[in-house]
């Protein structure tokens, strides 16, 4: 794994609290400061966590100490925050979406390729047991070759209980561009990348109340389709049918569910690390869960990071920014074929991820 990188969180708001539950216990990894444009909310921050300082975001940019820059800003400042962080010559790893737009997360890529800066995206999800366990069950023929797939995300919108839920509502936003990543991820983990798409969306209310904390009753404007659906075809020809609503309280249905010529295969939720794959095939009676058998055991927020600057020269980092660019071309493009009502061809491809076999990252190699 080698020596241990050095780390500086731009971004300080709710998210960043998860990842700091998981870079104590990564020796890969060492946290030396935060930053965000609110300096009491970084002090706040800092204070958790021992040896750990609250500094300006151009203090930390320009810290010789800082080796990777995590990017746990809102989405319409992802691309800012990791344009900058490249031009002061550090790696990047940027919450999902990768930018707002495929043109400003084409000039990430290519900034990072002209520097030769590593640079990686969320969701790091797909790199935990639940969905390589699923990944490695399709590779080796457990359902034979896959012919389609479905994802599903239902949920009531985020403002139920999120204090400040604004940014899910702006562009950058919404079902699609929130959750999204992490089932086209995990498709893309499973399936391969994806070359064109069939889409429509709709948005229901002009506006959204606030459910909780000191802003509760407050309406918030929406820009953005709250009930986004359409088909993916992957390069290999399987489809998958996605769903991605705020406008809808629940579903039964399975969050991603893989069919073959020779059986079935319920994925776990791609917004977690750990689950049980179920499989049924035709000499089962019913479903059967599958062991343990690949993926970063007892992974969290901060496993792609970890992967990240862990990857051998040569290599392309699981949550490489070239996937998040993918994805992001995916929903975008999706979006496009909704307004269309036609077809899109997704531009962009990406290598299929490489497979996590069943590791530990807290033992060394």
Known sequence: MGESVNIGIIGCGNIASQYLETLPRLPQLTLVAVADLDAERARALAGTVSGVRAVSVAELLAADDVEAVLNLTVPAAHADVSLAAIAAGKSVYSEKPL???????????????????????APDTVLGTGIQTARKAIDDGLIGPPVAATATMVTGGHERWHPNPDFYYLPGGGPLYDMGPYYISALVNLLGPVT???????????????????????????EVDTHVTGVLRHENGVLSTLVMSFDCLATTAASIEVHGTHGSLVVPDPNAFAGDPLVRTGSD??????PVSAGYENASRGYGLADLVSTRPGQTPRASGELGFHVLDVMQSLLLAARAGSAVAVASRCVRPRPVELTDLLAPE
Do not use: K
């Not at 930018?99 to 995206?121: K, S, V």
């Not at 009676?285 to 599958?290: G, T």
């Open 99 to 121: 930018a707002a737009t495929t043109e400003q997360a084409g000039a990430i890529l290519a900034a990072a390729n002209a520097r030769g800066i590593a640079l990686g995206c």
């Open 196 to 222: 064109t798409v069939l889409g429509a969306a709709r948005r229901s209310r002009a506006t959204r109340t606030i459910g909780s904390g000191p802003r509760a009753g407050e309406a918030i404007a929406v």
């Open 285 to 290: 009676a019913e479903w059967r869960r599958l």
